[in-house]
């Protein structure tokens, strides 16, 4: 069942308000294994799922190709609900074009300029996100936006509290744009090499952003936790990466007691991948057909991902999603 994901992030929205938090894993989709993996994971688990796709996804497959792989997901599984979701749009342009491919749901990073990597203005960035939020609410699609720069509090890249994000510009931000959902910057970052020191996150704010913003889905970008097992396969079999560090999933529940909607996941599933493809070749080396190792990357992604929805509490979920899809939203955004 395709929804938006405003029907999904709702549901989060509405355990937290009854003490019983849980948060939705949104998981980046590059090709047919990936979203395979995810919906194995998803239906065993019970699971309604965010499935996102990237600017550097949509130009990989094609966007014809990926969009046409989440479809055919969503119509194997018509038991999952599912959000067909933009990760960090740039631009009007390109949200435009999601939406007209079939996307429930996008995102506008107006945090930082169309090159995806200057940092923008306050005053930019509502505008970019405000002009997105009339566009996409218009036709049913939920619209997330950023605020604040990502980047972790210790590893260098950014300069610290400065790039936190501030939850009274947060209050400010909203009220002016009208997302559904913000993705706040809490001392995650993305990639594999996320802390040099201990992982740290700053969870005042997001109890801070939670208070003053009580009916916006808050969202945890960066989120992959890198885990050390899937390190040690990828390093036992040729790789290195030796120094690579990410969220403790310890942490990624705290932040989901003090608030936190949606996490975003997209280098555990590359790891768990990596991982697999390398132990397979080392010990398959004749082996030759991509249906072999990407099996084994499949099953890999499946187990990450399934594990994910149990501690994110996600499992279990599913029945308690509405049936909000872009005919019912667009009802609900026009009343
Ligand atoms: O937000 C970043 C995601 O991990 C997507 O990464 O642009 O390499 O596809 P990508
Ligand atoms: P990771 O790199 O931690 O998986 O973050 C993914 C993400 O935030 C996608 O928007
Ligand atoms: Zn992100």
Redesign the pocket.
Known sequence: MIVTSKAILETSLQAYKKGNPFAIGAF?V?NMEQMQGIMMAAKETNSPVIVQV????LKYAQDLYLVNIIKAGAELNPEVPLAIHL??GNSFETVKRAIDLGFTSVMIDGSLMEDSKTPSTFEYNVKVTAEVVKYAHDLGVSVEGELGTLGGIEDGVGSGQTHLTDPDQAVEFVERTGVDALAISIGTS??AYKFKNEPKLAFDIIEKIRKYLPDTYLVA?GSSSVPQELLDIINQYGGDMETAKGVPLTALQKAIVCGINKI?V??DIRLAATGAIRQFFVENPKAFDPREYNTVARKAIAAEVKKRMEVFGTAGHRDEVPNWGLAEMKKQYNS
């Not at 990237?54 to 996804?57: D, E, F, L, Y």
């Open positions: 980046n590059n990237s600017r550097g996804a990760d960090h993305h990639g970008h975003n997209d280098t």
